[in-house]
């Protein structure tokens, strides 16, 4: 590898390394870019079954660092972080019933999904963090508001509860107003004659996922590594200590908010799309707390450890889906004793000593020679 080509390198790495994200190494990316090839690659093996498991995963994944960033930097812990998932599941199944006949393609709703449940944020976090609320108050609150959204959602099965061809269902979820009007539709990304639809059951809706969750890994890392980033943290460290700097605190945590609230959109409009089916159980109780267990069993401080975490704590949802309701038991003994013997995180702690092994290594001072080797070196 040339001079120039490692400076590039180095130029490309510089903003999304930092001390807020741990695996900065040459070797951590080498792993990342394996890890993210193997998965490129994996329908090409695994069956269909598989592959439309993984897609699902990875939409998770996305949820899951959505609150990452508001828990694990700005110190906000949200018990509610479905609401926002499925107001983006809703508003992208409706906006893309009433415009995909007219426009032939599903992206506006899926930016409807991203933008709809930030502007809720906007608004819900306003009143939340100018009226100076924080902690247990603020997570009580969001889960509050979750509740209430299914139970709203639960009482509209009345054929009045209709947004020009969308019918928000009740029970029964969104769905065509009539027998004329369109179903949710798949994704379907373009203008004009050039679009691409992505059907949630094929490899083509996989690999979209899969990209979609490293660009939202790598927006993420670049951003709690700038300067919003460093102040992120500071504001979760010392709020005080943070306004006497002149910083407006409460905007930064709205910001923050809003932010994670347009990725859980995302994550939202992406599982409607991929099944086609939106319904207000998305905004029960189980849903809010298993993103909690994704993120506090990885580590809530690190992104990385959030993502391997929800995958692997999603596989072994689906291998213990078939005993029932022990599943969601046994992610809550896992959480007990990931929490018991690694506050942190399980994933980040592993990860902060591998970090600490490798860099003990490196400075580890070379044997001074030996007696013998010195007498052979004077002959």
Known sequence: MTGVTRSRIRALLAGLNGPQTLGNSRL?????????AAFA??????????????????????????????????????????????VGGYAYGIVGINLIEATGESGTALVAGALAPALLAAGVGALMFYSRLKGVYVAILMLVVSLLLGLFMRQTADPAYAIGGAYLG????????????????????GFGDLVAEFDGRGRSFYWLALGALVAVYLGLRWLVNSSFGYLLVAVREDERRTETFGYDVRLIQLGAFCISAALAGLAGALYTAWGTYIHPDGFSVGPNILVVIWVAVGGRKDLTSVVVATLGLSWISIELATWGEISLLALGVILVAAMLVAPEGVFATAGAWFGRLMTRNRRRPARPPTAAAELGAAR
């Open 28 to 36: 951590f990316w080498l792993l990342w870019l394996a890890g993210v």
């Open 41 to 86: 690659l994996l329908p090409c093996v695994a069956s269909r079954y598989q592959v439309l498991t993984a897609s699902n995963f990875f939409i998770s994944a996305i949820l899951a660092l959505s609150l990452c960033l508001i828990w694990g930097f700005a110190g906000i812990l949200s018990l509610g972080q479905a609401a926002f998932f499925g």
């Open 170 to 189: 009740g029970m029964n979820g969104l769905g065509p107003a009539t027998a004329s009007d369109p179903s949710i539709p798949n994704l379907a990304l």
